[in-house]
């Protein structure tokens, strides 16, 4: 059971770092796209090294997951990021999830609880 918490844990935390940093990075200045300077400046963003220090803690949960599960039990379930991303983007750009993406979200929960059981 811990295995399955901790990897959950692991999944939501890549989810919101993942949501935090796409934010970030979508203001940054257009002439710094592929560009050194982005990273540059995307460091001197504290949401920016929140998302960092989220996705960090969500590789120590993956890490202590692994210590309680196998990697083809722990790894999956790390798919789950997009189910939590997914609403969350959703959410804090004020916009509707299509029916396409639910349905996609489903059938990716499906597939998940079909390859653990």
Do not use: K, N
């Amino acid at each position: 059971m811990a295995t399955y918490l901790l990897g959950l844990a692991a999944a939501v935390c890549f989810g919101v770092a993942a949501v935090i940093q796409q934010r970030v990075a979508f203001t940054a200045p257009p002439g710094d796209v592929l560009r050194l300077r982005l990273l540059l400046w995307l460091v001197r963003r504290p949401l920016w090294d929140l998302g960092v220090a989220i996705g960090g803690l969500g590789s120590l949960l993956a890490a202590a997951a692994l210590t309680h599960g196998a990697v083809a039990l722990v790894e999956p379930l790390q798919i789950c990021q997009l189910l939590f991303a997914l609403p969350l983007a959703a959410l804090l750009a004020r916009r509707v999830v299509p029916r396409r993406d639910w349905l996609a979200a489903a059938a990716t929960a499906a597939g998940l609880a079909v390859f653990v059981a």
